[in-house]
């Protein structure tokens, strides 16, 4: 099993949808967990940090279940600007102990 | 209020050619990184500076060396390019354990070596 696996098909949604990511992580001793987002040929961006009481941040809401250890982002009312691939990001609490997941895709249509 | 700066932004090299990717950040963070982008794979840490005057491996070091200079700036050397080491290359730096408060990331450099 990957260390942070991440859906690899892209998303394609009208303007206004509900989108949700999930993400999964094999490592129950995995400390801090984050969502980026990357646009096309740009950095990524951190985007909000997950907690265990979830948190949100406007149309975004991000949970973590450690019980399942998958952690999800949640894009509510969906904007053409949220076209991007969105990072989920693990940290087992070490410099060499931080896991990328491959992103996953998301196109909002008009 | 620049961030991370990295330059160059783009960089065509031959086989067994050297560079130096170079890397500065403004925001008084003490922990630096370099990271590769292939495509279909998640970021990959090369190597990273805990603090100033300490540097580690990270997961694919080989072909590569770092300086930290000082607590602003850290680069990353190819001493002799190859193919396989074609990629997106992004430094990071960040306030907290290994990125525990998030990476602030620089705009990358887009390497081809040929």
């Known amino acids: 099993r990957k260390e942070v696996e991440q859906d690899p098909r892209p998303f394609n949604v009208p303007e206004g949808a509900t989108v949700a990511f999930n993400c999964t992580y094999s490592n129950s001793a995995s400390q801090s967990f984050f969502w980026y987002r990357q646009d096309c040929r740009k950095e990524p961006k951190l985007l909000m940090s997950?907690?265990?009481s979830g948190n949100e941040d406007g149309r975004f809401t991000a949970q973590l279940n450690r019980a399942s250890q998958y952690i999800s982002l949640l894009i509510r009312d969906s904007k053409l600007s949220d076209s991007a691939t969105y990072l989920c990001?693990?940290?087992?609490?070490?410099?060499?102990?931080?896991?990328f997941g491959t992103g996953t895709k998301l196109q909002v249509i008009p | 209020n620049a961030g991370v700066t990295q330059t160059p932004k783009f960089q065509v090299l031959k086989t067994g050619q050297s560079m130096t990717l170079q890397c500065a950040q403004d925001?008084?963070?003490?922990?630096m990184y370099w990271y590769r982008q292939d495509p279909g794979m998640g970021l990959r840490l090369i190597y990273y500076s805990a603090s100033e005057g300490t540097t580690d491996k990270g997961e694919v070091p080989n072909g590569y060396n770092v300086s930290r200079l000082n607590k602003r700036e850290f680069s990353l050397r190819l001493e002799s390019a190859a193919p396989s080491q074609t990629s997106v290359y992004f430094c990071?730096?960040?306030?907290?354990?290994?990125?525990?408060?998030?990476?602030?990331f620089g705009s990358g450099t887009r390497l081809t070596v040929v």
């Open positions: 997950v907690y265990s």
């Open positions: 925001m008084n963070h003490n922990s």
């Open positions: 990071a730096s960040s306030d907290g354990l290994g990125g525990g408060y998030g990476y602030t």
């Open positions: 990001v693990v940290n087992l609490g070490g410099y060499q102990k931080v896991t």
